[in-house]
């Protein structure tokens, strides 16, 4: 409704004329507005086979006019589409089935129009539709069905087991859980042979074989084999039963096989004496197929890589090709070829597990090296030490060992032996007091006898030392006599020498690498010698060429050896020898030397040119108390230094001599 407010005023003076007054102006609804599903269009499902009366969804319908005023918004509902199978009530809009027995299979899906009218559904009322999607949800209302009564597969008889034989497949209209099936045997000969499974993903029943199959014996099989549902609904049982059964033959197809040996597994035995030739045991195999081809054998002898076995090819007797050994290998396993004659590629594999029989062929022996010694204060039969034996045979009963001191040694009047009776026996002292220093080492000859057939018999020699030991029994000291016995040496004994002569090696590696070092810082490097180093006098000298008469290295380095260098102006006919480095002395006696030593080679040397040549070396020597040697003070000076040994060196050197030489022997001169 509307309110509304008015009031008379006069015109002329503007004023009322009467009091305010409100009028209330109600409108009357009109049927001006359609009903509206607003949550349509609808998607819904029932499972199939439903009962007439199934509830299947509501609907509703919404009118915007006055519900309060006349019929406007009073709606009823009809169905348009979806008859015969579906109905809705007029008032509440409810669906529900109209028909039995909706048959999924048949059609799973209806498409339902519902109509909602005001007005009470009469003539010139407005209308609204929607459409409802109805979808039929499976139950198991079909059983399994082959589609065939009889199945036939052919079978390889080479086909190997665990393989699968064939694949059978049942139908069922349903889908899902309702559609999952189960295959089973339940009659037939091939029980034993084959076996049947589902494949959850295809719901295939699979065949598969579980024993060799040979068409030698058996060419075909027959099964039958039932289907059935996993999950059965029980109300749907009175419909019949459901499963179904289908029979399958299965031929067997024949393929030329291998030989056939009539043991997976022969075990022969032989004794380990036995000669060459002499025979084992026999192995026997056969043609499977009707033709019944001949078989010839060998030996694989990537088994027999040392050919201690041969086989005969046609009967298949083994035989001892070379002398065996227990000891050195126990068993021989090798395996056996048979082969058909017509066909060669089909070959038959067998296994020969050939054990040797042990024969007393190993005289006993010490098992160790025994570190026996004896104090010099041992008492009268004293135990210094418990020995054993060992053998190499096998004997059935067991090792039992005898040990007595050999017949020559039966008189010895410092030890004894005596058998323990358990495979042991004990060393005894004879005597009390023994002296290193009288005898250091005795060597006790011990027989040992074994309880072979033929027993047989070995002399053992056990080396006991004499040793200082104290008040508890325990060595301390022994002759070096007895310690150069191939006793051998301890663990701690042997890391010990080991880490000395790591020490020693190292010592001397950081020694050569100090004295290299040294060497090294001694010898200068003639090119960064930039001093002069030539003097000419009283004639014109050899040029630049004349260095190389001298090496100044040598002067540097009294212990340097330099290969002595010929002069490069002129062509030597006679190559000179090099020189071995000469002791250190006092530096006039160096020089003096060195110097005498050059002299005679170049006087020596029939290159040589016809002049003299004097080096400045500008070395002092070593421990000299002189400054330098190159700067020879003149005769004015007052010089304590003599130079007389000058006119001893020919009159190469006359002229130094005249200069530095004693004015008396320079007169005389």
């Not at 030329?256 to 004496?273: G, I, K, T």
């Amino acid at each position: 409704y509307y309110a509304l407010r008015a009031q008379a005023v006069d015109r002329l003076t503007n004023k009322p004329v009467e009091p305010l007054s409100q009028f209330i102006v109600k409108i009357q609804d009109i049927n001006d507005n359609e009903p509206r599903f607003l949550d349509g269009p609808y998607l819904t499902s029932i499972p199939e086979m439903s009962p007439v009366g199934t509830s299947v969804i509501q609907v509703t319908a919404t009118d915007a006019d006055d519900p309060t005023y006349g019929s406007s918004a009073r709606v009823v509902y009809s169905i348009l589409q979806g008859q015969p199978y579906f109905s809705v009530e007029p008032k509440t809009g409810i669906i529900k089935t109209a028909l039995p027995n909706m048959d999924r299979e048949a059609k799973d899906r209806y498409l339902l129009v519902i109509q909602a009218k005001d007005m009470v559904g009469q003539m010139g009322g407005l209308s609204g539709t929607t459409s409802i999607t109805v979808t039929l949800s499976d139950v198991n209302d079909n059983p399994p069905r082959f589609s065939r009564r009889f199945y036939q597969y052919n079978v390889p008889e080479s086909l190997p087991v665990a393989s699968t034989v064939a694949k059978i497949k049942a139908l069922d209209d349903d889908i899902g859980p309702n559609a999952e099936m189960e295959y089973r045997i339940i009659d037939g000969d091939g029980l034993p042979i084959l076996q049947i499974f589902t494949d959850k993903e295809t719901q295939e029943g699979i065949i598969t074989l579980q024993k060799e199959l040979d068409f030698e014996k058996k060419s075909s099989y027959n099964l039958k084999i039932e289907v059935s549902n996993a999950n059965v609904d029980s109300r749907f049982q009175p419909l019949g039963p459901f499963t179904d059964t289908a029979s399958v033959r299965l031929v067997v197809e024949d393929v030329d096989e291998a030989p056939h040996f009539s043991s997976p597994l022969y075990r022969m035995s032989v004794s380990e004496a036995a000669r060459a030739g002499t025979a084992i045991g026999t192995v026997s195999a056969h043609d499977p197929d009707t033709n019944n081809s001949p078989v010839r054998y060998s030996i694989d002898r990537n088994t027999d890589l040392e050919r201690y076995f041969n086989i005969d090819a046609n009967t298949g007797v083994i035989t001892i090709a070379k002398s065996l050994d227990r000891e050195t290998n126990e068993e021989h396993n090798i395996t056996v070829l048979a082969m058909e004659s017509q066909n060669p590629a089909q070959v038959g594999r067998g296994s020969v597990l050939i054990s040797l029989v042990d024969v007393n062929d190993n005289v006993p022996e010490f098992p160790m090296e025994y570190e026996t010694f004896v104090c010099e204060n041992s008492n009268h039969g004293k135990i210094i030490q418990k020995i054993s034996a060992m053998d190499k045979d096998k004997p059935p009963s067991g090792h039992h060992f005898y040990f007595s001191l050999a017949p020559g040694a039966g008189n010895n009047l410092n030890f004894t032996v005596q058998d323990n009776k358990d495979n042991t026996a004990s060393i005894l002292t004879r005597r009390a007091g023994f002296s290193r220093h009288e005898q250091a080492v005795y060597f006790l000859p011990v027989v040992i006898v074994d309880n072979g057939v033929p027993p047989l018999s070995s002399t053992n020699t056990l080396t006991v030392r004499v040793c200082s030991c104290d008040d508890h029994g325990a060595a301390h000291s022994c002759n070096t006599e007895a310690f150069a016995h191939p006793a051998g040496l301890s663990t701690g004994a042997l890391i010990a020498i080991l880490a000395c002569v790591l020490t020693l090696l190292v010592f001397v590696l950081l020694i050569v690498s100090l004295r290299r070092r040294k060497k090294g810082s001694l010898v200068f490097d003639e090119e960064k010698d930039i001093r002069e180093n030539i003097v000419r006098y009283d004639d014109e000298g050899g040029g630049e060429e004349d260095t190389e008469a001298f090496d100044m290295a040598a002067l540097r380095n009294l212990n340097f050896i330099q290969e002595v260098k010929t002069r490069r102006d002129v062509t030597p006919e006679i190559q000179l020898l090099s020189r071995t480095p000469r002791k250190k002395s006092p530096d006039n006696v160096i020089f003096g030397e060195f110097i005498w030593e050059r002299m005679k080679n170049a006087d020596g040397d029939p290159g040589a040119p016809p002049y003299d040549s004097l080096q400045t070396y500008a070395f002092e020597g070593n421990g000299s108390v002189a400054e330098s040697l190159s700067s020879l003070e003149s005769i004015s000076s007052a010089s304590d230094q003599n130079y007389d040994y000058l006119s001893d060196w020919g009159p190469r050197f006359k002229k130094l001599a005249d200069m530095y030489g004693s004015p008396k022997r320079g007169a005389n001169s």
